[in-house]
């Protein structure tokens, strides 16, 4: 069994709120059968991989940690919902601010996005939007980690590794993209052939990019003031 099978099966245990005792009873197995499964000592059949499946409602492949969708879909481009379709919702619950800061890094996003697609290459859209996946993951293990009663279980890397270990992926997505930024192979990517549909200066900007110029604009300023970086004249 891989190694994914025991942290989900306990995590679904814990979210629907049942001991071990009351959830082995329901899969026709002993406690302590089932505590061996869910840290990994023995490795289970099909048959009861099946019952596991029916019992919590999700697919075996989400239980082997095969897919994050829980009937086992396949994401498509299609399925994934607009950055915007929450938003009613949120100024709902009277807070502006996330509604104001998602637009600033989305907007920025759709730029950024953009020009990855001039570039025409594949290994620098991989990169740098593996350098962003990480960022996000990070603060969403933050935010997660503040109601003590959320199930670590859910995440398969421990929290107290996790800032160090994606810090470290983070870095070496920056290296690989910057050195197909400047035209160099690295690992066997191949960089940008040709630099010139990304020419940009705020001009360039604020005519390709009417509506999300003064976003980009902002979250420079805004990014640049945090990191307190201060130009010495000389």
């Known amino acids: 069994m891989n190694a994914h099978f025991p942290r989900i099966l306990t995590l679904l245990r814990k979210e629907k709120g049942i001991s071990q005792k009351q959830a082995a009873a329901q899969l026709s197995i ?28 999700v697919s075996c492949d989400y239980l082997l940690g095969r897919t994050p969708d829980r009937q086992g879909s396949t994401l498509r481009v299609e399925d994934i919902p607009e950055p915007d379709s929450q938003e009613r919702e949120n100024r709902s619950m ?13 907007n920025s996003l759709n730029i950024l996005f953009d020009l990855l697609g001039k570039a025409k290459n594949k290994a620098m859209v991989a990169e740098v939007s593996t350098f962003l996946m990480l960022a996000v993951y990070r603060m969403i293990r933050v935010v997660y980690s503040v109601n003590p009663k959320n199930q670590e279980a859910m995440f398969s890397m421990p929290m107290s590794v996790t800032g160090p270990y994606a810090d470290a992926a983070m870095q070496i997505c920056e290296a690989n993209a910057l050195m197909l930024a400047r035209g160099q192979s690295i690992n066997g990517m191949e960089p940008v052939k040709d630099p010139e549909p990304l020419a940009l200066s705020t001009d360039l900007i604020m005519q390709n990019y009417p509506l999300f110029s003064s976003s980009f604009f902002n979250l420079v300023q805004t990014a640049e003031a945090r990191i307190g970086f201060k130009e010495r004249r000389r």
């Open 30 to 57: 002993s406690q302590a059968l089932l505590s061996h499964y869910e840290k990994g000592i023995r490795e289970c059949g099909l048959d009861f991989m099946v019952r596991c499946a029916d019992f919590y409602g």
């Open 94 to 106: 009277g807070s502006m601010l996330p509604v104001l800061n998602k637009k600033l890094v989305a």
